[in-house]
T-cell receptor, first 112, second 115 residues
Framework: QQQVKQSPQSLIVQKGGISIINCAYE??????FPWYQQFPGKGPALLIA?????SEKKEGRFTISFNKSAKQFSLHIMDSQPGDSATYFC???????????FGKGTHLIIQP | GAVVSQHPSRVICKSGTSVKIECRSL??????MFWYRQFPKQSLMLMAT?????????EQGVEKDKFLINHASLTLSTLTVTSAHPEDSSFYIC???????????FGDGTRLSIL
């Protein structure tokens, strides 16, 4: 049973465009939702995270939108750049001190 | 920022060998460390949670006698893959977090290849 569903599996966006990745979760005990960026052969790097008490969080070009009633959250990358090309994972946990349940990942390609 | 170092970055060894992987938090005290496994082009799967001075908590389906975890200090956790076989070949990644709810910071992983 996959507890965090991520889509799309792959995404191609033109430079300067907006990249949007969506996730949905099932476990209502989840209350911490981070997004990670991973380059080949490297570990995931934390981009941005949100808790259910807010509906949106923005850090630079990265924005998380959170819909608690729908149990969905999304990552928006504004002004996408070729350097953003990577695999992005959404994740969730019952608390920040617990192990993470990851989505299956989105392979993002930003075309120059 | 929080830095987590993992060593070695790559291991190639023969079937039956035991392999130890180290995970260190370099600039903070990690009360909790996690071990994940990632198959090629797939997601990360939590294997176990390690708290300093306590026995690790393993996820369902993970053999605790196969994957030995030790968290002897606030900056070091080790994962030993005992009597490794080709099916154990994978990318093993650790993460560390400070006390209480806080972000997990990941190491760069260890690519384990069992011949």
């Amino acid at each position: 049973q996959q507890q965090v569903k991520q889509s799309p599996q792959s995404l191609i966006v033109q430079k300067g465009g907006i990249s949007i990745i969506n996730c949905a979760y099932e476990n209502t005990a989840f209350d911490y939702f981070p997004w990670y960026q991973q380059f080949p052969g490297k570990g995931p790097a934390l981009l941005i995270a949100i808790r259910p008490d807010v509906s949106e969080k923005k850090e630079g070009r990265f924005t998380i939108s959170f819909n608690k009633s729908a149990k969905q959250f999304s990552l928006h990358i504004m002004d996408s750049q070729p350097g953003d090309s990577a695999t992005y994972f959404c994740a969730a946990s019952p608390g920040g001190a617990d192990g993470l349940t990851f989505g299956k990942g989105t392979h993002l390609i930003i075309q120059p | 920022g929080a830095v987590v170092s993992q060593h070695p970055s790559r291991v190639i060894c023969k079937s039956g060998t035991s392999v130890k992987i180290e995970c260190r938090s370099l600039d903070f005290q990690a009360t909790t460390m996690f071990w994940y496994r990632q198959f090629p082009k797939q997601s990360l799967m939590l294997m176990a949670t390690s708290n300093e001075g306590s026995k690790a908590t393993y996820e369902q389906g993970v053999e605790k006698d196969k994957f030995l975890i030790n968290h002897a200090s606030l900056t070091l956790s080790t994962l030993t893959v005992t009597s490794a076989h080709p099916e154990d070949s994978s990318f093993y990644i650790c993460s560390a977090t400070r006390q209480g709810p806080s972000a997990q910071h990941f190491g760069d992983g260890t690519r384990l290849s069992i011949l």
